[in-house]
């Protein structure tokens, strides 16, 4: 089951949200659970086994190190096996079959008879509430959490459905105190459901339509591509996966809004991004920051030597590549962008940083991510070379085929022109410009200003709910791309 799904949009969410308001406060993490364990299962049908296979080893270990620390132990042993555990799952799920598929290149050379090994079913979003399951054992671990002992409580946090298939990555103390106790009022409503249709609009309105052109261009051989259409798919691209993900995390951020918890942004218009390195500061938030303040800072991050901060950054980063997909594009893909971020603390790169004006850091830190997104997008690796080639060609005669101009049509300009726009912060610093001038004075709750002000946002947004219900209905299934991961 997908957000952008009638069934979720008129069915499970009402049905959840009127049972959810009508049991009290006594029993609404349970009617959540439920409620997520039954939307993960819509998809997944017996890999919800894996997923409360992973809450039962957390919940368990979670209990160990507390009892640990009860007695004046760190928890060392328990903590080792939860990681441990934990990985062994991420790993045999998503990793088996490119391990096995890569050390049977191997074991051919050496004419030793390959492993045989059938294919393993990745688990949607196995690698988000992973991630978030270990957050919970090594915060706690440091101490910088209570243990949970409700099983409820703790299930609740790592199904939680809003931000079960595709994050935000939450961590633990960030809602410990809303897991216990919470409430939500018009303003939690409003707030919620205003970032829903947000996040709808820009997965059907705007990721959907971008993506079934760069899903053409990036299928076609990349020596048939003229420089302007390669740029084109590129582009496509980076824009689609920019609103298809940031599109789910303001949906989960809404839905959580709406039950009454707070989740961590995820995005800061990351291609307004001066330097690679604020860059992963704006981008994915809560899995960069999962990434320092779990694997790059106990390794020691910048605090050592300069080599061994670059040592600290292409492992986080070769990680990070690896996070996303098992397959060497998107290591490569990690490492790349892990190399930009060294050369940008050597000397040369910090001066040269410095001595750019603004726009010029812009326009460097944007193509270097489009051209990582290339070989993220690319189903292999001569592919992504193939296609990067293309975009620097020159004297390749047009492409002209009937396809081209059902992709890139009308359609397609209107949005990539809307996409460029809302991917700066230009119309959020209008609305929030005009909503200071409408609200400031004398504090009077209903002016002609305001009801204008609030009748116009109202449309508007109803407007993008009601098109993009028509969109979904009239498209064909399109997940997140991030479903994968």
């Not at 004046?72 to 096996?81: D, E, F, S, Y």
């Not at 299930?155 to 919470?182: C, E, M, N, T, W």
């Not at 076609?220 to 390669?230: E, F, G, I, K, N």
Request: a positive charge; one cysteine or more; charged letters at 10%.
């Amino acid at each position: 089951m997908v957000f952008s799904s009638t069934i979720f949009i008129f069915l499970f969410l009402p049905l959840v949200f009127a049972v959810y308001f009508l049991v009290g406060s006594w029993g609404r993490n349970l009617v959540l659970l439920v409620a997520s364990l039954v939307f993960y299962a819509w998809g997944e049908t017996v890999y919800v086994l894996l997923m409360l296979a992973s809450i039962l080893i957390n919940y368990i270990f979670g209990l160990l190190i507390g009892r640990a620390r009860e007695h004046g132990h760190r928890g060392t042993v328990a903590l080792t096996w939860a990681v441990a555990l934990n990985l062994l799952l991420l790993g045999f799920f998503k990793y088996g079959n490119f391990v096995v598929d890569n050390l049977n290149k191997i074991l051919v050379y050496f004419h030793v008879t390959p492993v045989h090994l059938a294919p393993i079913h990745l688990p949607i979003g196995i690698s988000f509430f992973t991630f978030q399951a270990m957050s919970y054992v090594i915060d706690l671990y440091r101490g910088e959490v209570e243990v949970e002992k409700n099983p409820v409580d703790i299930a609740l946090y790592i199904s939680l459905f809003p931000q079960l298939i595709a994050g935000p990555i939450v961590r633990y103390h960030d809602i410990a105190k809303r897991l216990h106790k919470r409430s939500t009022d018009s303003a939690d409503l409003a707030i919620g459901i205003r970032r829903f249709i947000i996040g709808l609009a820009k997965k059907a309105l705007v990721a959907n339509v971008l993506g079934k052109s760069a899903d053409y261009l990036f299928s076609v051989p990349s020596h048939y591509l003229p420089a302007t259409l390669a740029w084109l798919g590129a582009l496509a691209y980076t824009l689609q996966i920019y609103y298809d993900f940031s599109g789910y995390s303001d949906m989960a951020i809404g839905l959580g809004r709406m039950f009454g918890f707070h989740f961590p942004e995820n995005f800061n218009y990351p291609y307004i991004s001066q330097s690679i390195r604020e860059f992963w500061r704006r981008w994915h938030i809560s899995l960069s920051t999962w990434f320092r303040d779990y694997l790059y800072f106990p390794l020691g991050g910048s605090r050592r030597s300069t080599a061994r901060t670059y040592f600290n950054l292409v492992t986080v980063f070769f990680l990070c590549g690896l996070w996303h997909g098992a397959s060497w594009t998107f290591v490569v893909w990690g490492l790349y962008h892990g190399l930009f971020l060294i050369i940008e603390r050597t000397k040369i790169g910090t001066g040269l940083l410095e001595w750019f004006p603004a726009f010029i850091r812009r326009g460097y830190a944007l193509l270097t991510v489009i051209l990582g997104w290339v070989i993220f997008r690319a189903d292999t690796f001569p592919h992504a070379i193939g296609y990067i080639k293309a975009m620097f060609s020159s004297g390749r005669p047009q492409l002209y085929n009937s396809q081209i101009f059902l992709y890139l049509n009308n359609e397609f300009t209107v949005t990539f022109i809307a996409a460029v726009i809302g991917m700066t912060p230009v119309i959020h610093h209008l609305v929030i410009s005009l909503e200071k001038r409408v609200w400031a004075g004398n504090g009077v709750a209903f002016t002609w200003p305001r009801v204008l002000f609030g009748g116009v946002e109202l449309m508007v947004l109803l407007f993008l709910l009601l098109y993009s219900i028509a969109a979904i209905m009239g498209g064909s299934y399109n997940p997140f791309l991030y479903f994968r991961f």
